[in-house]
């Protein structure tokens, strides 16, 4: 069974600094998703990672997979208030079966 | 506009009845899929749908049904078996054509509360 894990589950972090949200998984897989949920709302698709040493950035979110350590990171740099919300991860099996197994989120709150 | 539609948004149920969660897509997507969000908690799987006419339980599929008549229709029934139904459920869907990617698009969600 796949398990996906994500540290830490909870963030409060001041403007203007940088951190890193950490998601492990127990299978391997080369599929790996990153989502944001604001509040009440529905997810937003951030970033797709599809092999080894993948590695996509949207101003000021940086995003990297290694399937080898089955480690992904999701990096913040300079954070501000607007990035305040919950950061999941989901790793996609495949080998026939489908959708996607989540991790249970990173709450981050982005004081001033 | 293209996208996926969820409604309600909010639902109430009493214990013992069954409730029908409406998803349509106008994406052209052959996959869809239902997630159940509790609080605190990440997405967890209940049922998906490749093509029409066919579709395979989930992580926890006991208590819920579903049905995939049209390719732009994934409707959801949850059953009075189910004995926890209250929390958020998100419809997704993606396209068979997009080269492996897999990646999935998320409806607005329903927030279903039994009373």
């Known amino acids: 069974e796949l398990k996906v894990e994500q540290n830490p589950l909870f963030l409060s972090m001041q403007e203007g600094k940088n951190y890193t949200i950490y998601c492990n998984y127990s299978?391997?897989?080369?599929?790996l998703y990153w989502y944001r949920q604001d509040p009440g709302k529905s997810l937003e698709s951030l970033f797709v990672l599809l092999s080894n040493g993948a590695v996509k950035q949207e101003g000021r979110l940086m995003a990297s997979l290694d399937t080898k350590a089955r480690l992904s990171t999701l990096h913040i740099t300079a954070a501000v208030h607007d990035l305040s919300a919950t950061y999941f991860c989901?790793?996609?099996?495949?080998?026939?079966?489908?959708?996607?197994?989540f991790g249970k989120g990173t709450h981050l709150i982005i004081q001033p | 506009d293209g996208g996926i539609t969820q409604s309600p948004k909010y639902l109430f149920r009493k214990e013992g009845q069954n409730v029908t969660l409406s998803c349509e897509q106008n994406l052209n997507h052959d996959a869809m899929y239902w997630y159940r969000q509790d609080p605190g908690q990440g997405l967890r799987l209940i049922y998906y749908?490749?093509?029409?006419?066919?579709?395979q339980k989930g992580d926890i599929a006991e208590g819920y049904s579903v049905s995939r008549e049209k390719k732009e229709s994934f409707p959801l029934t949850v059953t009075s078996a189910q004995k926890n139904p209250t929390a958020f459920y998100l419809c997704?869907?993606?396209?068979?054509?997009?080269?492996?990617?897999?990646?999935?698009?998320f409806g607005p969600g329903t927030r279903l509360t039994v009373l």
């Open positions: 749908s490749q093509i029409v006419n066919d579709f």
């Open positions: 299978t391997t897989s080369d599929r």
């Open positions: 989901a790793v996609w099996e495949g080998g026939g079966a489908d959708g996607l197994t």
């Open positions: 997704a869907s993606r396209s068979n054509r997009d080269r492996g990617i897999n990646e999935q698009f």
